[in-house]
């Protein structure tokens, strides 16, 4: 099983960027998905996190009213609309997915994609 993210890159204040990121292999079901970053020198932390069936969300505070995350369970994609940004949202962003191979669930993570935004 692989997480492939996508979508990052370098913006101004105030613009936009929607990452998204793909689940494939041997996947018989995909629980709970989110969304992580790391600045450098600062911890990981949540940005986003999605539940099996879409239905409930929730967000870091410094995100909220800017981000939102859905997934298409049809393509086993999870995305990330990112509004508004600010030069503190730069960082290294994580996508993580609990998948289950039909026996056991697993916890997964993407390779990360680059958010960089300049004031």
């Known amino acids: 099983v692989q997480l492939q993210a996508s979508g990052g890159g370098s913006v101004q204040t105030g613009g936009s960027l929607r990452l998204s990121c793909e689940a494939s292999?041997?996947?018989?079901?995909?629980?709970?998905m989110g969304w992580y970053r790391q600045a450098p020198g600062k911890q990981r932390e949540l940005v986003a996190h999605?539940?099996?069936?879409?239905?409930?969300?929730k967000y870091g505070d410094s995100v909220k009213g800017r981000f939102t995350i859905y997934r298409d369970n049809a393509k086993n994609t999870v995305y990330l609309q990112m509004n508004s940004l600010r030069p503190e949202d730069t960082a290294v962003y994580y996508c993580?997915?609990?998948?289950?191979?039909?026996?056991?669930?697993?916890?997964?993570w993407g390779q990360g994609t680059q958010v960089t935004v300049s004031s």
């Open positions: 292999g041997r996947i018989f079901s995909i629980n709970d």
């Open positions: 999605i539940n099996d069936d879409g239905g409930r969300m």
């Open positions: 993580n997915a609990g998948i289950s191979n039909g026996v056991a669930v697993y916890n997964y």
